[in-house]
T-cell receptor, first 112, second 113 residues
């Protein structure tokens, strides 16, 4: 059964720093991987979707990469801002069904 | 505006009562999902539906029931059989094809005392 892990569970950085969030998965037979942002008490906002045939996707200051062979994805955030403070979740969609399998998230705090 | 709405935002119930959480989408999506989120845990799938009048159990379906009579609506009932119903409930939808993004609603926080 697919397991998705996110390390670290929490991360604190000063404003302006570039940072990388990690996501690993045990079963490389995925359709795609999706990164989300969640603010406290709110729903999830989709950030990036990477199909299994793609290596990376970019949106503004965000860049997500996917390496299926090693079971890893990273979310790169450039020039971090206090408004980036949130919990970031990754989720894989495996080939057994259509539902997402989530990691527990990395809670990011960016200080000004 | 297109999107997913969940109501109410906060819900309080006494133990032993059934309660129904609403989820509506106007994105014309075929598939809809219900997840549960607990502190320190990832989201866990309760039920999902790929088309009207059809739905499948997820990993933690016990104590929950759903219906899908209309494409835009996927209500979730939390029954008295659910042992730990207090949680944050999130509804999502996507196009039926697995290659499309899932979009989430704002969530309903249910507290049962």
């Amino acid at each position: 059964k697919q397991e998705v892990t996110q390390i670290p569970a929490a991360l604190s950085v000063p404003e302006g720093e570039n940072l990388v969030l990690n996501c690993s998965f045990t079963d490389s037979a995925i359709y795609n991987l999706q990164w989300f942002r969640q603010d406290p008490g709110k729903g999830l906002t989709s950030l990036l979707l990477i199909q299994s045939s793609q290596r990376e996707q970019t949106s503004g200051r965000l860049n997500a990469s996917l390496d299926k062979s090693s079971g890893r994805s990273t979310l790169y955030i450039a020039a971090s801002q206090p408004g980036d403070s949130a919990t970031y979740l990754c989720a894989s969609r495996n080939q057994a069904g259509t539902a997402l399998i989530f990691g527990k998230g990395t809670t990011l705090s960016v200080s000004s | 505006d297109g999107g997913i709405t969940q109501s109410p935002k906060y819900l309080f119930r006494k133990e032993g009562q059934n309660v129904t959480l609403s989820c509506e989408q106007n994105l014309n999506h075929d598939a809809m999902y219900w997840y549960r989120q607990d502190p320190g845990q990832g989201l866990r799938l309760i039920y999902y539906s790929q088309i009207v009048n059809d739905f499948q159990k997820g990993d933690i379906a016990e104590g929950y029931s759903v219906s899908r009579e209309k494409k835009e609506s996927f209500p979730l009932t939390v029954t008295s059989a659910q042992k730990n119903p207090t949680a944050f409930y999130l509804c999502a939808s996507s196009m039926g094809n697995v290659h499309y993004e899932q979009y989430f609603g704002p969530g309903t926080r249910l507290t049962v005392t």
